[in-house]
């Protein structure tokens, strides 16, 4: 079956740096989405890898390794508003995203 | 980048009553639209996969009958709950792409459906 899988929560410092994990076991591989998800929000989307390595965008680095099907988040410079769940999703073969349960990310002053 | 809308943002209904929740592309043409459920704390649950003049494609355990899906237009999609019950109180949410295979999908806002 397609699975994915990532912590269910974390705490972490304004200021810090965190890093969410994701592994996941899909039918095929489309490439890795991270989203942003506030309570009561619909996701927004953060990261796309589809090769190997790292991205970097701003305070926001995501990193696919497909060979050991991983891949984390790293937030820099945490700020309270990055208090909130983050998505890891897979597009399989077929072009439908799985989805992970998220991370819900809190920040502590 | 792309925008699509989804109305109402809450709603509350009887039971035994329906609800219409339509999502709209308001700058591309979607081909794909896809519409999730999330109950709280857990993650989006795919309920069906709509393309523009065809019938959706709904999953596995989903009732085709109770969430009519119409995908009329390339900008339009609707979700009807019909005869809402309780426990069809959740957040639902629309995405589209431009293609089935386009990578990048943008989702509405969400619908906070609670069914008294």
């Known amino acids: 079956g397609q699975n994915i899988d990532q912590p269910t929560e974390m705490t972490a410092t304004e200021g810090a740096i965190v890093q969410i994990n994701c592994t996941y076991q899909?039918?095929?591989?489309?490439?890795l989405f991270w989203y942003q998800q506030h309570a009561g929000e619909a996701p927004t989307f953060l990261s796309y890898?589809?090769l190997d390595g790292l991205e970097e965008k701003g305070r926001f680095s995501s990193f696919l390794s497909r060979s050991k099907g991983y891949s984390y988040l790293l937030l820099k410079e945490l700020q309270m508003k990055d208090s909130a769940s983050y998505l890891c999703?897979?597009?399989?073969?077929?072009?439908?995203?799985?989805w992970g349960a998220g991370t819900k990310l809190i920040i502590k002053p | 980048g792309a925008v699509v809308s989804q109305h109402p943002s809450w709603v509350i209904c009887k039971s035994g009553t329906s609800v219409k929740i339509e999502c709209r592309s308001l700058?591309?043409?979607?081909?794909?639209m896809f519409w999730y459920r999330q109950f709280p704390k857990q993650s989006l649950m795919l309920m069906a996969t709509?393309?523009?003049?065809?019938?959706?494609?709904?999953e596995q355990g989903v009732e085709k009958d109770k969430f009519l899906i119409n995908h009329a237009s390339l900008t339009l999609s609707t979700l009807t709950v019909t005869s809402a019950h309780p426990e069809d109180s959740s957040f639902y949410i629309c995405s589209a792409r431009v293609g089935a295979s386009d990578t990048e999908a943008f989702f509405g806002q969400g619908t906070r459906l609670t069914v008294v």
């Open positions: 899909t039918s095929g591989f489309n490439g």
């Open positions: 890898n589809v």
């Open positions: 700058d591309f043409q979607a081909t794909t």
């Open positions: 999703a897979v597009m399989d073969s077929n072009y439908q995203l799985i």
């Open positions: 709509s393309n523009e003049g065809s019938k959706a494609t709904y």
